[in-house]
């Protein structure tokens, strides 16, 4: 259990972090100065909910910033450039990308108003104008919303995604520099909308169960703030889809559904599939899947959660998006576990997150075996480690 002086301890630290990443001018931290010098819709979703642990209201500037790049049709960017433009071509738009990524903004709105920051109302109107985009322009006839390009699901380089012809199947085979080349290739496949956004892709468009978890519960966040009846339906109406088109009894997680491309790799056991106990009312399905992330034959790795389960061919502990560890979705695992009352295994959790980013160094993501620093460290996100409470 951390006390207060621990506590505060770590407010310092992550406070040092994200000043160090603050970007003055445009309202926003970078995830890392280097390695991502753009805004990114999830990260800095997650920026505003440390800020507003800080008790700072930058919490407010920055989530007004995510929203300050939505397109004229209501789509929220997953990237917002910085000074430079980025290496690759994400679409037409001169100053964002054109696809989208997890709508955090709806979990953020409420932190920051559970923390008793003011978000002005055109604020939240512009959140709800992005939640009503995904609803009407990225819901299929089958009431679940899909993705058309592998960076809106956050995931990049997911297992899941094997069968549309990425590079590498197997941590012995895969090759990042190529994986990546491929990602960036899809863009390519893409049709957009008079204002820039992605619609379509002749490749890839999926119905992934994170991302259809992550819409749920980030309607059901705004609906609180904005005691909305309509976005509280809404939020019911994809985690009923998801329960019923979604859960996938054999592994006992919510899997991906193919809707251009893909094969089998969709149901890969992925911590991701888990997500779906944010959101859904089945106990049996909620505790079936959060059971599975201490199991060492699952999710259950000693720095983990892992990302991929350990006795699949594809995993690799080190590697990104292929078994690592994530701060953001300990995060989210952690507010999983709270959700059913799992107390005892989030406080775990929130515990072990903490010591490990900061010993990490505030990484990216690391080992999911031995916890060592991976991707860009420091990065911002990891500061949610201030988040997760050990009650
Ligand atoms: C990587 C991650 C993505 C994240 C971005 C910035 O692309 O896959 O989820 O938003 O980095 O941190």
Known sequence: MTGPTETAALATRVRALLEAHWDP????????????????????????VIWAHLGDDRAVTELTAVLDGQLAGGLVPHMRYGPEPPDA???????????????????????????????GPDVLERARRGLDWLWEHRRAPDG???????????????????????????AADYDRAARSAWNAARVHDLA?????????????????????AYVAF???ELADVLDDDELAGRARELAEASDRLLWDGESALWADLPVVGGGPSARIPISDGVMGA??????????????????P???????????????????????????????????????????????????????????????????EYWHAETGAPLG?????????????DER
């Open 144 to 170: 679940l919303l899909y993705i058309v390009h592998p960076w809106e699901a956050g995931n990049d380089h997911s297992p899941r995604w094997d069968d549309w012809g990425a590079p590498g199947r197997t």
């Open 89 to 119: 071509w994400l679409g037409p738009l001169p100053t964002s990308s054109s696809l989208t990524q997890p709508p955090m903004f709806g979990h953020a709105a409420r932190v920051l108003a559970a923390h008793g920051l003011t978000v």
């Open 218 to 220: 980030n309607l059901a």
């Open 25 to 48: 001018a445009r309202g926003y931290c970078v995830p890392n100065p280097s390695t991502y010098p753009h805004l990114w819709l999830w990260d800095s979703c997650f920026h505003a």
């Open 297 to 363: 034959d699952r999710f259950g790795a000693p720095a983990g959660p892992a990302n991929v389960a350990r006795r699949h061919p594809s995993y690799d502990p080190g590697m990104y998006w292929r078994g690592a560890a994530w701060p953001h979705l300990n995060y989210l695992l952690h507010l999983a576990l709270r959700r059913w009352g799992r107390d005892d295994e989030a406080s775990a959790l929130a515990a072990r997150t903490r010591e490990i980013s900061a010993a990490s160094g505030w990484a």
């Open 376 to 388: 860009a460290v420091p990065q911002s996100w990891t500061g949610l480690a201030l988040a997760m």
């Open 192 to 212: 957009f909308a008079a204002d820039g956004a992605a619609t379509w892709s002749s490749s890839f468009v999926v119905e992934p169960a994170a991302f259809n």
């Open 278 to 295: 944010l959101v859904t009312g089945n106990a049996g399905k909620a505790h079936a899947a959060l059971d599975q992330l201490t199991r």
